[in-house]
C-alpha cells in the first residue's frame, strides 16, 4: 500500500501564489507516476499535472501550463505543486494520486488508473 498525505491549501488572493505538498508513504518502490487533479464545486475532478517517479518527466493540463510547477524531492519522497499567478477559477479541493502503471502521457487524466488517493487540499482563490 501507499499512503499519501496532502498539505499546503489555503485562501489566496488572485495573482499569488501557494505550494502544494504530497508526502508518499508505504510501497513507494511500485509508483510509476503521482499527479495532481482538482475538483471544483459542482465540477468533475480534473487532471492537472503529473511527474514519472524515475525520471521526473513533468506533464501538466492546458489550463495550468506555465503557471503550475510539479517537481519530486526524492529524498523525502514529496511531490510539490508550486502554482503561481493563481486565478478564481482554479478554485478546488486538489488531490494527489499514485499510480504503478506505465501510462502514456496520454492517459495520464484516468482517474482508473490511479490506486492510491490522498484526503485532498482546499485551495481558494479570492477575485
Known amino acids: 500500500q501507499v499512503q499519501l498525505v496532502e498539505s499546503g491549501g489555503g485562501l489566496v488572493q488572485t495573482g499569488d501564489s501557494l505550494t502544494l505538498s504530497c508526502a508518499a508513504s508505504g510501497r513507494i518502490f511500485s509508483i510509476y507516476t503521482m499527479s495532481w487533479f482538482r475538483q471544483a464545486p459542482g465540477k468533475e475532478r480534473e487532471f492537472v499535472s503529473a511527474?514519472?517517479?524515475?525520471?521526473?518527466?513533468?506533464y501538466y493540463s492546458d489550463s495550468v501550463k506555465g503557471r503550475f510547477a510539479i517537481s519530486r524531492d526524492s529524498a523525502q519522497n514529496i511531490v510539490f505543486l508550486q502554482m503561481n499567478r493563481l486565478k478564481p477559477e482554479d478554485t478546488a479541493v486538489y488531490y494527489c494520486?499514485?499510480?504503478?502503471?506505465?501510462?502514456?502521457?496520454?492517459?495520464?487524466?484516468?482517474?482508473?488508473?490511479?490506486?492510491?488517493w490522498g484526503q485532498g487540499t482546499q485551495v481558494t482563490v479570492s477575485s
Open positions: 511527474i514519472r517517479w524515475f525520471n521526473n518527466d513533468s
Open positions: 494520486a499514485a499510480t504503478k502503471k506505465a501510462t502514456t502521457p496520454s492517459v495520464l487524466h484516468r482517474e482508473s488508473d490511479y490506486v492510491h
